[in-house]
Structure formats: structure tokens, C-alpha cells
């Protein structure tokens, strides 16, 4: 069936500029995460959607940054005043509430700042 | 909060030889750890996970094996070809249902 889907994959936007990134998860899967990567760096944690239950925001980096998701469908990570160290791939992923932790990825949205 | 440390940072073999990536956990919690391959230009994709009531499981050509005392566990390929080359992240989940991922290892496999 359809993997995790992100659109666009990719953002070129500038500083100070706002940007919305979406995310389509596996059809039937609860839980959905967002996370950051930079360039040659690893996975950082941004925010945690399960079911109705609230957000999981912890890992959100600023107030700049916020997430929404509709029920158990899409979800957008938005960006305001964007900054050049918000330059990184935006990685979301879904799980199916059973085993929450076996988290599938999308490929990603690469956003650059200029 | 867990905390996963990953080794090494880039790891380099020739085709046919093993290659082997440790990491090590803090949270005597976590009771979940996978591992994803994540290629160039793509996501992550989850190759083979453990859970803590086992201390080894195998798919193929790769194995995972877990040490819960010393709270490490480790990614074995054997028979390494040129497609596995990639960036290696581990990872480490509790009761939060939230994965902690180590920073990534690059594995180069040459002909």
C-alpha cells in the first residue's frame, strides 16, 4: 500500500518568509511524528500526534514552530519568520498505535533559507 | 529522557567483509530498538528492530543483538555489498512512544 507521503519536497523560502509542510500518513496509522535533520546530522524530535489525545510538543524548537493535525489524516508543520538555522530536511513519520514505536518514514522535505 | 549513543560516526569495509555498529542506551526503561537505513536523498527506512524479552534476532543477512544488563545492542551485516551502503541510525524507545535516535553511521562498502 501507500507510504508516508510529504509535500513539497522541497522548500526554497527566505528569511523571515513563512512556510507550511505537509504530511499524508499510512492510511489507519494514529500516531504521527515530525522530525529535523540536519545536514549530516541525526534525528531530532519535534512533535508527537496520537489519536485525539493532546500533542506531544517537547521537542518543538521555538515558538516559531507549531504543528496541527486533523483527526487521524494530514498533518502541517508550520514555520513562521523563518531563520537560515531552520535550513534542514523535515522528516515525518507514522506508526499504527498498536506498535507504536515501528515509525515509517516519508522521504522528507528539504527547506533551505536563504 | 533517554539517551542513545551511537559508534562508529563512519565505518568503512570491502564487499564480502562484516561490518558491525554498537550502540548504548541510559534508560533501563526502554524496551524498544530499531534500526533504520536511511540512503541518499531519502528517509529513514526501518530494516530490523529488537524488543527487550529477546536477546537476538536475525533477517537475512543482518542481525541484531541485545545486551539489556549493560544496556547496548548492536547491528551486524554480514556479506556486505554495495547497496548497503548508507547512514545506519539506531534507536531507543520506553513507555513514551518516543523514539531516541543515536546520531548515525555512515557505512561505505568498497568493491
Known amino acids: 500500500g501507500a507510504g508516508v507521503s510529504q509535500s513539497p519536497s522541497n522548500k526554497v523560502t527566505e528569511k523571515g518568509k513563512d512556510v507550511e509542510l505537509r504530511c499524508d500518513p499510512i492510511s489507519g496509522h494514529t500516531a504521527l511524528y515530525w522530525y529535523r535533520q540536519r545536514l549530516g546530522q541525526g534525528l531530532e524530535f519535534l512533535i508527537y500526534?496520537?489519536?485525539?489525545?493532546?500533542?506531544?510538543k517537547s521537542g518543538l524548537p521555538s515558538d516559531r514552530f507549531s504543528a496541527e493535525r486533523t483527526g487521524e489524516s494530514v498533518s502541517t508543520l508550520t514555520i513562521q519568520r523563518t531563520q537560515q538555522e531552520d535550513s534542514a530536511v523535515y522528516l515525518c513519520?507514522?506508526?499504527?498505535?498498536?506498535?507504536?514505536?515501528?515509525?515509517?518514514f516519508g522521504p522528507g522535505t528539504r527547506l533551505t533559507v536563504t | 529522557g533517554e539517551n542513545v549513543e551511537q559508534h562508529p560516526s563512519t565505518l568503512s569495509v570491502q564487499e564480502g567483509d562484516s561490518a558491525v555498529i554498537k550502540c548504548t542506551y541510559s534508560d533501563s526503561a526502554s524496551n524498544y530498538f530499531p534500526w533504520y537505513k536511511q540512503e541518499l536523498g531519502k528517509g529513514p527506512q526501518l530494516i530490523i528492530d529488537?524488543?527487550?524479552?529477546?536477546g537476538e534476532k536475525k533477517d537475512q543477512r543482518i542481525a541484531v543483538t541485545l545486551n539489556k544488563t549493560a544496556k547496548h545492542f548492536s547491528l551486524h551485516i554480514t556479506e556486505t555489498q554495495p547497496e548497503d551502503s548508507a547512514v545506519y541510525f539506531c534507536?531507543?524507545?520506553?513507555?513514551?512512544?518516543?523514539?531516541?535516535f543515536g546520531t548515525g553511521t555512515r557505512l561505505q562498502v568498497t568493491l
Open positions: 500526534f496520537q489519536g485525539n489525545s493532546a500533542p506531544d
Open positions: 513519520a507514522s506508526s499504527d498505535g498498536i506498535f507504536f514505536y515501528e515509525q515509517y
Open positions: 529488537i524488543r527487550s524479552n529477546v
Open positions: 534507536g531507543g524507545a520506553g513507555t513514551a512512544s518516543k523514539l531516541t
